[in-house]
């Protein structure tokens, strides 16, 4: 997801887009010459694990954060920077490794799932302590997962699908019950819903948990300093403390990449995440710096609300708009974008172009999941004839108010105009950005997704017509069957198809314009080792420490 940036644009002139593309050293957008994008020839470099003999204890570490996380509760949480400092404060069940496969981490092996595929047996670690002395068992799982299904604002509800009951058999065993087969349900695990709460954090605070989380995790909660600071501290209870080597970390909030690269270039902050890419290059050949990098499973695009009328969660409302409510008039602008230019222009050809939310590199790809819709603002100018739109036809679009997702939105601002759209830019503050998606106070929105392991957690949740973060207020009873059938099915084969169909429907009604995928790129100093980061985009700083 896009962060955000201390500074407020009233508004964005059509001017500015070519001062912004020569102060930040790029050329106006033009076609895209054909060959590799530097993405796809770059090697992924996820980092290595600290040896202990060359860590030395204690120390501060300080990550230099693009965005303010929103709330630290993994029931609520939405923002991929809340996952960053979830890595030290809340384990759960499974976690991924750098293969991106499934891995036990609060659990002791993969679940065993019924014949019928209706039950997940789970075996628990034994001997686990919360941050606030309580003991992790099944009871605390049963707690954390029915507080997921049942609390107001939900984000994980949807994810963890059809569960009709938790059991516990015993401390050590928690049992998960299904209505209908649900395949995602293990990699849904290894994310924020399989973030094991303390039970009482959570009847002490209710849904205030995120005042002051309570997890098993390698830190714990100490402070936090709105759109400032986030400070965690190494937790003495927790079961593997001593492979925690740093005292504490401290997340500051620099929303400027170029600051972001400052700092950590003046030793200021040791981790920076989300390098731009006009930063990357020379950060890459500093002798003082590493830079990790992997391919997201994830997207940034472009959300068009629909029928987010009441806000997300409410009943569906259409909105009385020609873009709301003629999906000619959405095709005519994914037309108007040229995926290729914006990825060789504006990202120095860092990032890949995306047409799906289906990673290439998922084991449910296909030729139908990764089709692409043609640049042609020709064509578009017809459909917006088609659709009675006059042109130039005037669209709002929310975005971050920090230097990248300008750069973007300018970028698009100046390719649109082809297609026959007068496209508005409006920055504003992330948090505000993720309060005015979820309120439907947007006409279209630019915001992104770090992505999972399933594709399920990367469609449902957005283009479901219950999926609680469908804040396009998208409903298709076709795709709704497609989801559903790909959820209850465990043939490889028919889920690749069933996706494939989705994406096809997906790129007629276009609820949701996908553009491209980011190359996670994180700035760490060699003073430090241990950071690693994997496609899920998630910074692992729990287990580094400062060189000896």
Known sequence: MSPRLPFVFATVPVMVTALALVVAGCSPVQPAADGPTAAETQSDVFGEPADPAQVKAGGTLTVALSADPDKLDPTLSRSLYSRYVFHTLCEKLYDLGPDAKVVPQLATALPTIAPDGLSLTIPLRQGVKFADGGTFDSAAVKTTIERHLTLAGSARKSELGPISAVETPDPNT?????????????????????????????????????????????????????????????????????KVHLDAIEYRIITDSSIRSANLKAGDAQVADSLSSQDAPSLQKDSTISVLQSQSLGYQGVTINIANANGVGNPLKQLDTPIAKDPRVRQALDLSIDRAALVKSIFNGLNTVACSPVSPKSEFTSDAAQACPAHDPAKAKELLAAAGVSTPYKVSMITSNNPDSLRLAQA?????????????????????????????????????????????????????????????????????????????????????????????????????????????????????????????????????????
């Open 412 to 548: 698009l601002q100046a390719m649109v105009k082809d297609g026959g759209f007068e496209l508005v830019i409006k920055p504003v503050e992330y948090a505000s950005l993720l309060d005015q998606q979820d309120r439907g106070d947007f006409e279209i929105l630019q915001l992104g997704w770090s992505g999972r392991v399933d594709p399920d957690a990367n469609i449902f949740n957005f283009v479901g017509t219950t999926g609680s973060q469908n804040v396009a207020g998208y409903s298709s009873p076709e795709v709704d069957k497609l989801l559903t059938d790909a959820r209850q099915s465990t043939d490889k084969a028919q889920r690749i198809k069933l996706y494939g169909d989705v994406v096809t429907k997906l790129q007629q009604d276009e609820p949701l314009i996908y553009l491209y995928r980011q190359r996670n790129l994180t700035g760490v100093s060699k003073k430090l080792l241990g950071v690693q980061t994997y496609p899920d985009g998630v910074i692992r700083t729990a287990f580094a420490g400062f060189a000896k």
């Open 174 to 242: 928690v049992v998960i019950k299904l209505s209908k087969p649900f395949a995602p349900l293990t990699a849904a695990l290894a994310d924020r819903a399989g973030m094991v709460l303390s039970p009482a954090a959570v009847a002490k605070l209710g849904a205030n948990f995120s005042t002051a989380p309570a997890c098993v995790g390698p830190f714990k909660f100490a402070n936090r300093v709105a759109q400032n600071s986030i400070k965690v501290v190494k937790d003495p209870l927790y079961y593997d403390a001593a």
